[in-house]
């Protein structure tokens, strides 16, 4: 059986992501550190699931303890949603967001490339793209302009993702934008 490690997985998405990987058959490590979630939602995926999901309330910015997971859990793929959401609190607190959300990746990239951990998506946002000129938008339309410091860190940690991937050719990396 494979095993994924979500970040963020007691949040909204992230629960109802680890569900769905449950029904597909697949392993479930969860990582989150319960900023924006509640350690009750651990008992609804199982209650929803049958399945008592392997949970880890560290922070992903935390180095050393995610090593100690990614030693231990041994998974196969990563969907990282952990990150500081609010747009409001993103402008009075930017570098607390930079700080959680561009650190928190930097982490797993890191940690991606020393246990050789080649799969990740990435919850972006369609924040990326600034003030739109038209919707829908398509995934090709230009990025950039971003109006708030957590769509500029969605970005920034798009960047990033691009840049391992050209470093790291075996790397499969998806970026969803809601």
């Not at 930097?106 to 000129?133: H, Q």
């Not at 970005?155 to 934008?177: F, S, T, W």
């Amino acid at each position: 059986m494979k095993k994924v490690l979500v970040t963020g997985g007691t949040g909204y998405i992230g629960s109802h992501t680890v569900i769905d990987l449950y029904k597909n058959g697949y392993d479930v490590i969860i990582v989150d550190n319960l900023c924006n979630s509640k350690i009750e939602v651990l008992n609804r995926i199982t209650k929803i699931s049958g399945k008592n999901p392997t949970f880890y309330q560290i922070s992903v910015q935390d180095k050393e303890k995610m090593r100690e997971v990614f030693e231990k859990e041994e998974f196969d793929s990563i969907i990282h949603f952990a990150g500081l959401k609010s747009v409001g609190e993103s402008v009075l607190y930017p570098e607390k967001y930079i700080e959680n959300n561009i650190g928190s990746s930097k982490v797993l990239l890191e940690l991606m490339e020393e246990y050789k951990v080649n799969n990740i998506v990435f919850s972006s946002s369609a924040t990326v793209y600034g003030t739109p000129d038209h919707v829908p938008l398509c995934e090709d339309d230009p990025v950039g302009g971003c109006t708030n410091p957590y769509g500029q860190t969605k970005l920034d940690i798009e960047y990033l993702l691009k840049d391992y991937a050209k470093v790291h050719p075996e790397a499969n990396i998806a970026i969803l934008r809601y």
